[in-house]
């Protein structure tokens, strides 16, 4: 199952956009991408999902190159309240389900 | 909707028991439910996949003897953590995936913070 990279930290200002990237250079051709979110003793939240191409929902975008490769996360106008840790998780059902999540990426958002 | 429970939130334990973890979809079935183990400042590992009616099936590493998973139902999961010790104290956190729906798709419950004194 494809590892996962992620910038460990990254510091933002209100109103901005965010973008958080992960790499996943050994994802295999039935695997998918997803995002999720976690506050401090929490269960994850999820944000987008995604095979390849560009993903959008009402918080979130999520880029995937032709490669798959890597995926980026998109955030947009972020507040306060995004101050958490986002993971990415590569998920494959081949020969036994199987979840790799990312190391997180704990996102700061400053006023 | 996809919503998932855990009870306990929190539970402390002594050495040597046994304490039980439920996991619940509440408005849902979940024929698929899986458990994660979380240490503070990390990622979450998963330690098993859990199937209704069915073994689970645990992760290379996980002792499938001190870790027991129950799936009997379509909405409810147990996680038996047997024997714990200090090092078993860790966050738990239970995830589901809609039946009939994506497997790729899980919800997460709250977790439970264990600790064993």
């Known amino acids: 199952l494809a590892k996962t990279t992620q910038p460990i930290s990254m510091d933002s200002y209100e109103g901005q956009e965010v973008n958080i990237t992960c790499s996943h250079n050994?994802?295999?051709?039935?695997?998918?991408i997803t995002w999720y979110q976690q506050f401090p003793s929490q269960g994850p939240r999820f944000i987008i999902q995604g095979y390849k191409t560009k993903v959008t929902n009402e918080v979130a975008s999520l880029f995937i190159p032709a490669d798959r490769k890597s995926s980026t996360l998109s955030l947009p106008r972020v507040s306060l309240s995004d101050t958490a840790v986002y993971y990415c998780l590569v998920a494959s059902n081949t020969g036994g389900f199987k979840t790799i999540f990312g190391a997180g990426t704990r996102l700061f958002v400053k006023a | 909707g996809a919503v998932v429970s855990q009870h306990p939130s929190r539970v402390i334990c002594k050495s040597g028991t046994s304490v039980k973890i439920e996991c619940r979809s509440l408005?849902?079935?979940?024929?698929?439910m899986f458990w994660y183990r979380q240490f503070p400042k990390q990622s979450l590992m998963l330690m098993a996949t859990?199937?209704?009616?069915?073994?689970?099936?645990?992760e290379q590493g996980v002792e499938k003897d001190k870790f027991l998973i129950n799936h009997a139902s379509l909405t409810l999961s147990t996680l038996t953590v047997t024997s714990a010790h200090p090092e078993d104290s860790s966050f738990y956190i239970c995830?589901?995936?809609?039946?009939?729906?994506?497997?790729?798709?899980?919800?997460f419950g709250p977790g439970t913070r264990l600790t064993v004194t």
């Open positions: 995830s589901a995936s809609v039946s009939g729906g994506s497997i790729y798709e899980q919800y």
């Open positions: 859990s199937n209704e009616g069915s073994k689970a099936t645990y």
């Open positions: 050994n994802i295999a051709t039935n695997d998918y």
């Open positions: 408005d849902f079935q979940a024929t698929t």
